[in-house]
């Protein structure tokens, strides 16, 4: 994979949390026997708009540091018309009256069928929470680049412009160097 990404890797499966400007692509590839199969059954191609990634990014980040948090639950209709839910959670708090007691174990779950195969669900650590939390932070931080904005961006100085920004223009033939 010539891409940034981030992998949480099961015994079942491993999942490519894969950035890119206009969301986050999730990629599960189920583990059969030991090997990884990208086309067997409950294999998945998902991408999260940027619209839910803010909420999916706050949401790991808050389980991440053990702070109080609603759940994330994301529904996506793919271009067949299916629809996909992707939900991040944890486990009731175990603490006195309902507090966080910090045992609590958090899932993201990945539901696109009604088969066994199609209804993932991945049991978190931190490290995986952290994988979450700094894709989705990729992901905004790409989104918000010149470099997706467009084919060409103006550059300004105190409001005026002074040059611009040709997207696979090199440095040096920008007059910028």
């Given at each position: ?48 708009p940027i619209e839910a990634v803010g909420g999916l ?97 103006e550059i300004r100085t105190n409001g005026i412009r ?16």
């Open positions: 994979m010539n891409k940034m990404h981030f992998t949480i890797s099961k015994s079942f499966g491993r999942l490519h949390l894969i950035p890119e400007a206009i969301g986050l692509r999730l990629w599960y590839i189920p583990t059969v026997n030991g090997e990884e199969l990208p086309d067997a059954k409950g294999a998945c191609d998902i991408m999260v990014w706050a949401t790991a980040r808050a389980f991440l540091y053990g702070v109080e948090s609603l759940d994330e639950n994301i529904i996506i209709e793919d271009e067949s018309g299916a629809q996909v839910l992707v939900k991040l959670y944890r486990d009731k708090p175990k603490g006195a009256q309902g507090a966080l007691s910090g045992e609590e174990v958090t899932w993201l779950r990945i539901v696109s069928g009604r088969t066994e195969e199609e209804r993932r669900r991945i049991k978190l650590g931190p490290r995986d929470l952290l994988c979450i939390e700094l894709a989705c932070n990729a992901v905004l931080i790409t989104s918000a680049s010149p470099l997706a904005q467009g084919p060409t961006t002074t040059g611009k920004l040709v997207i696979g223009q090199p440095l040096a033939d920008s007059g910028l160097s």
